[in-house]
């Protein structure tokens, strides 16, 4: 996998989970403030998109994760 792959795969993972954590029913760590991270997660693709620079894809390649898209 490439990174811009990775980063989509983590993103995508960590909204879904932030969105399990903050519904109301939830049986742990229920909050709505989970529902905060989904957001700050959204913000950070959304900046990457219009600036092309993610810290998510520098970290990766750091960690040797293949470049590419």
Avoid: D, H, Y
Wanted: aromatic share 14%.
């Amino acid at each position: 996998m490439t990174t811009w792959q990775v980063v989509r795969v983590i993103a995508g993972s960590f909204i879904l989970l932030s969105l399990a954590l903050g519904v109301q029913g939830s049986p742990i760590f229920q909050s709505s403030n989970w529902l905060w991270f989904a957001a700050f997660v959204g913000a950070n693709l959304l900046q990457s998109g219009f600036s092309k620079w993610c810290l998510m894809e520098n970290i990766l390649r750091k960690l040797g994760v293949r470049p590419g898209c």
